[in-house]
């Protein structure tokens, strides 16, 4: 920030450009909203940051973000409890569950491979999938990683890891854009990939 801005301005304004999406130019806007907005809206926002690091845990299941482990879709999804869907990120499990097409498990890498990330396969949960699979109930794993070349490793990475235990294995189907993030499919297409699955 330029001199002469108070530091805690420029103390927010830092901590803001550090959030994802956001540049320095949003960040000064942002700054200033809560010196203009009522007390009650800057306190709820302050209480909602807060609760969001006491409340939620990750489900030692699925290891999506949970206000309980294990998650709701751990328990409650009885129907297809028996297919797990791999996704990248907790914010795909909500495309999947926009699109309809799916009511079973979810398993949670939290990233995909990436060598110009320093992101191999041990940093994400694949060998806690492989254990799920091993330890029976998963009768199916579908693999919805995103449409990008860091989705299609992990794909082969999770086949290769679980070729030993024999579980039926499936891919979406090429029905997203190429490149594309699960998380911003529209919900018919991501229905459709669901539906139109084949094995790998
Ligand atoms: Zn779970």
Request: hydrophobic share 40%.
């Amino acid at each position: 920030m330029v001199d002469g801005v108070p530091g805690p301005i420029s103390r927010l304004v830092e901590e803001l450009s550090k959030l994802p999406t956001i540049g320095p130019k949003t960040a000064g806007r942002l700054a200033f909203f809560p010196l203009k907005a009522p007390a009650r809206q800057v306190d709820q926002l302050a209480e909602a940051l807060q609760s969001l690091r006491s409340e939620i845990v990750e489900c030692s299941v699925c290891f999506n973000f949970s206000d309980g482990d294990p998650c709701r879709f751990c328990t409650d999804h009885g129907g297809e409890g028996s297919t797990a869907c791999v996704v990248e990120d907790p914010l795909d499990v909500l495309a999947v569950e926009r699109s309809a097409g799916f009511r079973g498990r979810y398993h949670v890498l939290h990233g995909a491979i990436s060598p110009l990330e320093g992101v191999g396969p041990d940093d994400l949960k694949i060998d806690d999938l492989l254990e799920r699979v091993k330890d029976g109930g998963v009768a199916e794993v579908i693999v919805a990683t995103n449409a990008t070349f860091e989705g299609d490793a992990t794909a082969l990475e999770i086949a290769r890891v679980l070729e030993e235990t024999g579980v039926r294995l499936t891919r979406l189907a090429r029905g997203l854009a190429t490149g594309g993030d699960i998380e911003y499919a529209d919900p018919t297409t991501l229905s459709q990939a669901l539906e139109g699955r084949r094995e790998f």
